[in-house]
């Protein structure tokens, strides 16, 4: 998936951090980072702890992050960051831009999932046609979170040695946790059939071993905001209606008239509809609290 063409206006930026405190400022000696959604800038909280000051651009949980426009006051936060963390793979080339110095200490999470999977980066399409190897949405992806906390926990090191052993420390709880989600997710799905409004929790779904019955032309419409071919609508809604996937994933984020008419056929079919969002929402106390209730949800759906 790539990002959309089109930037549809700007998103109100709330001034709370990733943890829900205050914006950055210089004189509280705290290490000033500045992540692209409060996705990743909570992994780097839960790194960084109470050494670590975050600002997330993107935090607003009703909004749809493929639609966000920076302003000059990120581009400020950005230059005064001493480490700076964001998606890429084309998710948030906003944030990319904003980065204009080679000095600047960066994370980027998608270029280190190859470090972590055997495939690469592009495929060819499976056996049903599907192409799923190329998605952004990395952070369901549990081994690349990982890969992005190690490498968040050097950068930190490498601008306060003094705290490293407790960057390092904290980097080591937050994997064993992620380790606890992987087992509880994998292969829970076996047998099973998923089909999602859009495919931003992929790897989590790759991980239970369900297959992904979502038809290949109806994920790119979605995604790119283009008007779903009927057939591959209408394959979709046979899916739903006809009980042919165990579960619906939907993300709540970019929902429109075609996710929400899919939701409320999935409902009086009885197929059980499983909220999935691109940044925190409201209600959770960082990216393990989140991730392990839409695990929960998932696990539950499946067992359905």
Same mark, same amino acid.
């Not at 984020?253 to 409201?282: D, F, R």
């Given at each position: ?5 089109? *930037? ?14 205050? #914006? ?7 290490? /000033?980072?500045? %992540? ?48 700076? $963390? ?16 080679? #000095?600047?200490?960066?994370?980027? %999470? ?29 952070? @369901? ?7 992005? #906390? ?5 950068? *930190? ?6 705290? &490293? ?44 071993? %369900? /297959? ?7 994920? &790119? ?25 165990? $579960? ?9 008239? $075609?996710?929400?008419? *899919? $939701?409320?056929?999935?409902? #009086? ?17 960082? @990216? ?5 209730? /839409? ?7 499946? &067992?359905?």
């Amino acid at each position: 998936m790539t990002l959309r063409n089109a *930037l549809i206006g700007a998103l109100a930026v709330a001034s709370l951090t990733a943890c829900g405190t205050t #914006a950055p400022s210089s004189d509280n000696g705290k290490i /000033q980072v500045v %992540a692209s959604t409060n996705v990743w800038g909570s992994v780097v909280k839960a790194v960084g702890g109470d050494e670590v000051e975050v600002k997330a651009l993107l935090d607003d949980p009703s909004a749809d992050p493929h639609s966000y426009e920076s302003k000059p006051a990120d581009a400020a936060l950005v230059k005064n960051a001493k480490l700076v $963390v964001f998606n890429g793979g084309g998710y948030d080339d906003f944030f990319a831009k904003l980065i204009t110095s080679d #000095a600047t200490k960066k994370v980027e %999470a998608f270029p280190l999932r190859d470090n972590h999977h055997s495939e690469p980066a592009t495929g060819a399409p499976d056996a049903d046609g599907h192409d799923h190897s190329v998605n952004e949405h990395v952070w @369901y992806d549990l081994h690349t979170v990982q890969a992005v #906390a190690e490498a968040a926990a050097n950068e *930190l090191g490498a601008i306060a040695p003094d705290k &490293k052993t407790t960057f390092e420390k904290n980097t080591a709880d937050f994997t064993a946790k992620l380790e606890e989600l992987e087992k509880k997710v994998e292969g829970i799905g076996a047998g099973k059939k998923v089909a999602s409004t859009e495919p931003i929790a992929h790897y989590l779904v790759e991980e239970t071993g %369900a /297959q992904d019955a979502t038809p290949e032309e109806f994920s &790119k419409a979605i995604e790119e905001e283009s008007d779903v071919p009927a057939a591959a609508l209408a394959s979709m809604n046979q899916l739903v209606e006809g009980k042919q996937v165990n $579960v619906l994933v939907n993300n709540t984020q970019t929902e429109n008239q $075609v996710t929400k008419g *899919l $939701v409320e056929k999935a409902k #009086a079919a009885g197929v059980p509809v499983v909220p999935v969002t691109e940044t925190l929402p409201e209600g959770v106390t960082g @990216y393990l609290d989140w991730m392990s209730k /839409q695990v929960d949800a998932l696990s539950q759906a499946l &067992k359905a």
